[in-house]
C-alpha cells in the first residue's frame, strides 16, 4: 500500500510537472501571437489610451508625446516586408469582396507599412501615388514593397502635390484608372499620407455591404474658388468619352458645384463611370490652376494593435451598428430613388458623428 501511495504521489508530480509545462506553452504561444509594439511605444498602455483615460492621456501626452523614430536601418528585404505585414503564422479569412486604398504619400515609410498591415488582405489592393518631392529614401522603400507585393501598385508617374490641393485629385484619379483594372474589390477609398485606418478588414466588408453600392462622400456648399474664365459645361470639358446619346442639354449645360474632403469611399460602379465613361482629366486640371507619426505616434500604434486583435485574436469590443449605416441619407438615396414615390429627405435619423458615442 506505502508502495502504491508513493507511486501515484511520483506521478502526481510529474502531471504537475507537466501541467506547468502547457502552461508555459500557452503563454509563449499568447505571446507569439500578440502584437508586437514599436520600442517607441512598448510602455504605453493602448486600453487606457482607447478607453479615454483622460488621467493616462495626460501622462502620454504633452511633453512625454510619443514620437516615431525612423529606423534607417530598416530591413527592406521581400522577405522581411512580409514579415512585418503578414506574419506566415497568421490566416485571414476569405473576403465576399475585397476593398481597394488609393492613398497619396510623401513621408513616414514605415507608418505607411503600418497602415498597409492593418488593412492587409491577399483580396485587396492598394495604389500609391508618391509626391514627387518625397526624399530618395521614401521612393526606394514603397518601390521594394510594390516589387514584394502583387496587390501593391505604384504609379509610375510621379506628380508635386501640395497643400493647397494641387495634383491630389488627379493622384487619387490615376490610381483609380490603375485599380479598376485589378478585379475582385467592391469599394475604393482615398486616402492622404497620414490617414489611419480604423476598422479591421472583415468591418470594412460588412460597412461596404451596407453601404450597398452607395458612395460615401462629404458634400458641402463650393466655396467660390470656381475659376469663371473657363467654361464648366460637360462638353467644353470633354467629359465624356462618348457623347452620343447624350442629351444636348445635359452637354451644354453648366454643372452646379460642391466641395468635400479629399477622403471618401467610391463603389466600383462609380469608379468604372469615373475612368471608362467619364474622362475627368480637363475638368480635374481646370480646378488644379486654382495625426502625424512625428507628432503622436502612440495612438497609431495601439489603433493598430485593436485592429491585429480584432482580425487575428477574434477580439469583439464592440458591435458594428448596420442601422446607422444602412439609415444613412445617400445610402437611402441610393436605394429607392428610382421609385416613382421617392421623396429625399436630408435630415438623417441617426446622431451627427459629432454627438455619438464612439466606436460606431
Known sequence: MDELRSEIGERNKIIMELEKDLRKLEIK????????????????DCGRVLSGDKK????????????MLENKNL???????????????????????????????YTDYE??????????HPQNAFCFAIDRKAPARFHERLRAM?????????????????????????????????LINKPGWSYAILLQNHDVITKSVYEMEQIYEWLGGANDVEITPEAGRVDKKFEWDPRSLKLFRNESGIDEKVLNTTMKFAKGAAQGSLSRAAVDWMVRTADLSTYIAQWNKGMMPSFDYSI????????YNRTFLGQEDH???????????????HKHHLENDYKLNCTPSYKRWAERQYPV
Open 75 to 105: 530591413n527592406m528585404s521581400c522577405s522581411a516586408i512580409m514579415s512585418r505585414i503578414l506574419p506566415s503564422d497568421l490566416e485571414l479569412k476569405p473576403l465576399k469582396k475585397g476593398v481597394a486604398f488609393a492613398r497619396i504619400v
Open 111 to 120: 507608418m505607411i507599412e503600418k497602415q498597409v498591415s492593418m488593412s492587409y
Open 29 to 44: 504561444n499568447d505571446l507569439r501571437n500578440s502584437y508586437i509594439k514599436r520600442p517607441e511605444t512598448h510602455h504605453v
Open 300 to 307: 497609431i500604434d495601439c489603433t493598430a494593435e485593436l485592429l
Open 319 to 333: 458591435k458594428l451598428e448596420e442601422d446607422y449605416y444602412t439609415n444613412m441619407v445617400n445610402v437611402l438615396y
Open 146 to 178: 510594390a516589387e514584394c507585393l502583387p496587390n501593391v501598385l505604384l504609379l509610375p508617374d510621379e506628380k508635386p502635390v501640395d497643400s493647397s490641393g494641387h495634383n491630389v485629385n488627379l493622384a487619387h484619379y490615376n490610381c483609380l484608372r490603375a
Open 56 to 67: 493616462y492621456l495626460e501622462a502620454v501626452g504633452g511633453i512625454n508625446r510619443v514620437k
